[in-house]
């Protein structure tokens, strides 16, 4: 991904260490929640975007998805956060249900997904979110694709928490969402980020720990996004400094050879 200047982002910051001492083994940071994957066989040409986004949808609105006059072309990963939507399908994509395998979805299909559900949207698949029901419905999705059109439907609150322009991996590639959570106090190694292409900071404060001899600390404020390990040179620790919980939302993806299993976490 593209890197943004540490100085950009942070504030240097002095004082003790968090807790642990010199050699010391940070603790096993909490297992990170897996919120959707899929594997991704094709992308488009040009395909050079990449993003984590929440969309609000007010009640009976729709967004489409999958050609360059909406959000691009390419493929989508999404859960339901808030609400429910239908999901109106025009070719294959895949359903997983809250602590349930993954299913197919033919074209023409249209299952109702509550928050915890998640779907999968490929390449040259075309798609609608349709929110049902007497309230508004929010989706959280992270996406590969071609250039698309910033323009929205009406009653279509669209939101960029992180995103970058570049070359699209080579497919196929295992793709996930995940959401982590970093206890006050606790860390997170940075080797436990592996295939980390984003990360977007929703709450809370992160400080970045480099070891000897560079050394030295730097904190990151909660609403800064686009934190991928590459911003983090030398770094070994994301750590924790509040009192509350430290929620990052970290988008990875993998090369995944035909035949293998998705990602294990980040």
């Known amino acids: ?53 929440r ?38 994509a895949m359903v997983t249900r809250a602590g349930s395998p993954a299913i197919a979805v033919a074209a023409g299909g249209s299952p109702v997904l509550r928050p915890g559900d998640a779907g999968f949207v490929p390449t040259d698949t075309t798609a609608r979110w349709r929110a049902v029901g007497d309230g508004p419905a929010a989706v959280l999705q992270f996406s590969l694709t071609g250039p698309g059109s910033s323009r929205q439907p009406a009653g279509v609150e669209h939101r960029t928490l992180v995103q970058d322009v570049s070359a699209a991996p080579a497919t196929p590639v295992d793709a996930a969402l995940w959401r982590v959570v970093v206890p006050p106090g606790d860390v997170l190694p940075v080797a436990a980020m592996s295939g980390a292409q984003m990360l977007a900071l929703e709450t809370g404060a992160l400080v970045v720990e480099r070891p ?31 009192p509350g919980a430290l929620i990052l939302l970290v ?11 998705g990602p294990a976490g980040p």
């Open 55 to 92: 969309t609000t949808l007010a009640p009976g609105v729709a967004m489409p998805l999958g050609t360059a006059a909406d959000d691009g072309r390419g493929a989508y990963l999404f859960v339901v956060e808030i609400g429910s939507i239908a999901f109106e399908v025009d070719g294959p």
């Open 212 to 242: 000897p001899p560079t050394g030295g600390r730097a904190l990151v404020p909660a609403g800064i996004a686009d934190l991928g390990p590459g911003a983090f040179p030398g770094a070994v620790l994301l750590a924790n400094p509040g």
């Open 251 to 261: 988008a990875t993806v993998r090369r995944s050879p035909l035949g293998t299993p």
């Open 1 to 53: 991904m593209r890197p943004l200047p540490l100085l950009a982002l942070a504030l240097a910051v002095g004082g003790a260490a968090l807790g642990l001492s010199p050699g010391q083994p940070p603790p096993r940071p909490a297992p990170p929640l897996r919120l959707v994957e899929a594997r991704v066989d094709a992308l488009p040409p040009g395909a050079n975007w990449a993003g984590i986004e």
